[in-house]
């Protein structure tokens, strides 16, 4: 009898932790383009804050295109987006010393703070199963 009672235990544990419930948010996955002045963001990075406050995703912005996929990709509901300007290092670094990588690196392009520090920019992520196309054009 008491091995019945250890098994039952024991799946009954099993069962709570491989099934519990998560307190991660719902996510989507975010994809789109990023230009300044109409000319793609060659490097940077897009950010998206829940608000009032949750997780934040990211993703990189490498030739004018992004895409928010880690963990799911970006929590739904209201965001804030920010933009920001980052250095753009070689494609393929391989064989290369780090002042090599040094100097092919391109400088960030600076972005208003009206897009990153005190940025105006929103999104309202809703439920869906194929990605989200959200599109930013930013002006100098």
């Given amino acids: ?6 098994l039952f235990c024991l799946t009954l544990f099993l069962l709570v932790g491989c099934g519990g419930i998560s307190d991660a948010p719902d996510r989507r996955v975010v994809t789109g383009t990023v230009t300044l002045d109409g000319a793609p963001l060659e490097g940077g990075v897009i950010r998206f804050r829940p608000q009032p406050e949750g997780p934040i995703a990211a993703g990189k912005i490498r030739d004018g295109k992004y895409e928010v996929t880690n963990k ?19 494609e393929d670094t391989s064989g290369m010393s780090l002042g090599q990588i040094d100097a092919a690196t391109k400088p960030a392009i600076p972005i208003p703070d ?21 599109n930013f ?4």
Avoid at 137 to 140: E, G, N, R, S, W
């Fill in 137 to 140: 054009d930013l002006k100098k």
């Fill in 1 to 6: 009898m008491p091995a019945k009672g250890l």
């Fill in 114 to 134: 009206q897009y990153h520090k005190n940025s105006e920019l929103e999104a309202d992520i809703e439920a869906g199963s194929e990605p989200l196309v959200l």
């Fill in 72 to 90: 799911g990709g970006v929590p739904l509901g209201k965001q804030r987006v920010e933009i920001k300007g980052a250095p753009i290092l070689p």
